[in-house]
């Protein structure tokens, strides 16, 4: 691995808040509303950034940095970086490529994916492009559970690591600018895994039958496209025993079940009695429940209680190496970003996500040799401390 470079390749996009902004002018409104937004006032959005600044690097000197390896392993993988890329829905809103030209830059890169269930693309073909670094499948798990099986059964067989059970969504956050836009799908767009049979099980859904039972508010979001299960991923019945357990189930040995959306180490604790594989801890980038705790706040107590048992993953306003390397000292195993791909994909299709990946990667290399740190495994809390309001400085 070369010593990491300080200057980036793009001089108009020089870090991923420039991408957010190029990005803003590439999407039309609808996108651009729906990517962006967080729940109610956005409170928790806007907090799982600046969350972040109440950390501060502790560097360490005179340590050989010619050699830094930011290499990490996830899900029986060696990543290039411990920054993944997070499940986010119906990526052709931003690029007629959608998640595939997101697979295809994972793959030069060599960064672990998640797929969305509500991708716009097929499972079988995001892995073909992305190859080993498609890992993971996001899943809803549907009140009708064989709509959930089938899903299973098809990513053991492309091959995909892990499944990702979203747990922050029993009800579907209320997002203000979806509401006041009508947010839907547009009709050329399709949520690829289960429309027109893709799996070849398949099954048509006459558009309004599939709300019956959910209140305006979480049919909202539902694109009106002619098939459609966008609704069902808010599953209010879920729950730690029988859910798990059947979950737990239907992977078998080939795949993982992590549990993504957990906040508290109560249910860290309970994710580890019902035998769950890992924890992403996740708020769903400020789109479900306003007001809750930043992730990178609800981190630490989450990594004492789990005590190295499982890993513990998190995502949720990371934009900057520098987070990146915050939250792994403050014991996170991997991290994972949402928005910033979305905004690349937008920019330029697989070569904005190029760009994303350099962009984020390239900062957290630069970070681990300024703070004289080699090696991911030795990035620990003796590297940071917390300022408080008042500027006062402590130790962890
Ligand atoms: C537009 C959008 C769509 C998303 N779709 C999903 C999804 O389908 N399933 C899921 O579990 N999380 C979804 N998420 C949440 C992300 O997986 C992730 O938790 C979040 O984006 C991380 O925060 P960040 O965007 O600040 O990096 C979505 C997020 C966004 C912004
Ligand atoms: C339930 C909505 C599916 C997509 C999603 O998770 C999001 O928009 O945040």
């Given at each position: 691995m070369p010593p990491p470079s300080a200057t980036p390749h793009d001089l108009s996009c020089l870090h991923l808040r420039d991408l957010e902004r190029i990005a803003a002018d590439c999407m039309d409104r609808q996108t651009r509303d729906y990517y962006n937004e967080g729940a109610d006032a956005s409170m928790?959005?806007?907090?799982?950034?600046?969350a972040y600044n109440k950390y501060r690097i502790r560097p360490r000197v005179l340590r050989d940095v010619s050699r830094v390896n930011p290499s990490a392993s996830v899900l029986d993988f060696t990543a290039s970086c411990p920054i993944g890329v997070a499940p986010t829905a119906m990526q052709c809103l931003a690029h007629p490529d959608g998640e595939i030209a997101?697979?295809?830059?994972?793959k030069e890169a060599g960064v672990a994916m998640g797929l969305s269930s509500f991708a716009t693309k097929s499972l079988e073909d995001v892995k073909a492009a992305g190859g080993d670094t498609a890992r993971v499948l996001q899943l809803y798990l549907f009140e009708e559970r064989e709509e959930s099986a089938r899903l299973i059964r098809r990513a053991r067989k492309a091959g995909y690591k892990a499944v990702f059970l979203t747990v922050d969504t029993p009800v579907l956050g209320r997002r203000n600018l979806e509401i006041k836009n009508k947010f839907k799908l547009p009709p050329h767009l399709r949520i690829a895994n289960f429309a027109d049979g893709?799996?070849?099980?398949?099954?048509?859904?006459?558009?309004g039958d599939s709300e019956a039972g959910y209140t305006e508010g979480e049919k909202r979001v539902m694109p009106r496209g002619p098939v459609t299960f966008h609704s069902h991923a808010a599953n209010p019945?879920?729950?730690?025993?029988?859910?798990?357990?059947?979950?737990?189930?239907?992977?078998?040995?080939?795949?993982?079940?992590?549990?993504?959306?957990?906040a508290?180490?109560?249910?860290?604790?309970?994710?580890i009695k019902y035998g769950v594989d890992g924890i992403v801890v996740s708020n769903h980038g400020g789109r479900q429940l306003d007001g809750a705790l930043a992730t990178v706040d609800a981190l630490p107590e989450i990594v004492e209680a789990v005590q190295k048992k499982i890993p513990v993953h998190v995502d949720g306003g990371i934009r900057h190496g520098t987070d990146v390397f915050k939250a792994l000292a403050l014991g996170a195993d991997f991290v994972w970003i949402g928005r910033p791909v979305l905004w690349g994909l937008a920019y330029k299709g697989k070569e904005g996500v190029d760009l994303c990946l350099r962009l984020i990667s390239d900062e957290f290399k630069l970070c681990m040799a300024l703070a004289g740190v080699t090696s991911v495994?030795?990035?620990?809390?003796?590297?940071?401390?917390k300022i408080d309001r008042s500027g006062f400085v402590s130790r962890l």
């Open positions: 928790t959005l806007a907090e799982n950034h600046t997101t697979a295809a830059a994972c893709a799996n070849g099980e398949g099954k048509e859904e006459k558009s019945t879920l729950e730690w025993g029988r859910d798990i357990t059947w979950l737990k189930k239907e992977c078998g040995e080939d795949m993982k079940v992590y549990v993504k959306g957990v508290t180490a109560e249910d860290a604790l309970l994710a495994k030795d990035i620990s809390k003796d590297y940071l401390v």
